[in-house]
Antibody, heavy 117, light 110 residues
Framework: QVQLVQSGAEVKKPGASVKVSCKTS????????VNWVRQAPGQGLEWMGW????????NYAKKIKGRVTMTTDTSTSTAYMELRSLTSDDTAVYYC??????????WGQGTLVTVSS | QSALTQPPSASGSPGQSVTISCTGT?????????VSWYQQHPGKAPKLMIY???KRPSGVPDRFSGSKSGNTASLTVSGLQTEDEADYFC??????????FGTGTEVTVL
């Protein structure tokens, strides 16, 4: 079955960077894109960006463009999301989700990133 | 890209129906038949309930249905059950490999 398993919770200081991994299995990695979505405490879902697992093309939300980099490692079927210059506003649960224009059909379990001095 | 607009809350008694609206613009909901709906229980990851406006993934009960008219999409849950109590989010493709989510609706089963 399709699985997306994310790395564990992180605590970072303001100004630091965080890199979250999303290891996939159960499907052909290069056939689907991977999206990253975050959810601040008690808030809604925010789409962060997308990466093609086929050719590495990316597209990022305007709000975080310049601070985020999404990459993939096709040898391990793993996607990564790095966010830099963290502030308290970046405290959230970060999800990876498989999918494309039609929707996101499989999600990781989420990774809590806490930014605190 | 602004979030799609959803009502903050909706409710119904068991067996009744509830409909949630999701209003976007001609740049997202109005331009593409790529509206999806997600159910999220507290502390859990979202679950895809409807994709491409009207389609249900395997395993999703047919009590869940989707539609769209102009810049507004809707999710209807018929025959409400206690396990349907959750937050629901819509999402739309917005072109150029970008997506936007709705503000979210908390559904309560009375």
């Amino acid at each position: 079955q399709v699985q997306l398993v994310q790395s564990g919770a992180e605590v970072k200081k303001p100004g630091a960077s965080v890199k979250v991994s999303c290891k996939t299995s159960g499907y052909t990695f290069s056939n689907y894109g991977v999206n990253w979505v975050r959810q601040a405490p008690g808030q809604g879902l925010e789409w962060m960006g997308w990466i093609s697992a086929y050719n590495g093309n990316t597209n990022y939300a305007k709000k975080i463009k310049g601070r985020v980099t999404m990459t993939t490692d096709t040898s391990t079927s793993t996607a990564y999301m790095e966010l830099r210059s963290l502030t308290s506003d970046d405290t959230a649960v970060y999800y990876c989700a498989r999918g494309g224009p039609g929707g996101f059909d499989n999600w990781g379990q989420g990774t809590l990133v806490t930014v605190s001095s | 890209q602004s979030a799609l607009t959803q009502p903050p809350s909706a409710s119904g008694s068991p067996g009744q129906s509830v409909t949630i609206s999701c209003t976007g613009t001609s740049s997202d909901v109005g331009s593409y038949n790529y509206v999806s709906w997600y159910q999220q229980h507290p502390g859990k990851a979202p679950k895809l309930m409807i994709y491409e406006v009207t389609k249900r993934p395997s395993g999703v009960p047919d009590r869940f249905s989707g539609s769209k008219s102009g810049n507004t999409a809707s999710l209807t849950v018929s025959g409400l059950q206690t396990e349907d109590e959750a937050d629901y989010f819509c999402s739309s493709y917005a072109g150029s490999d970008k997506h936007v989510f709705g503000t979210g609706t908390e559904v309560t089963v009375l």
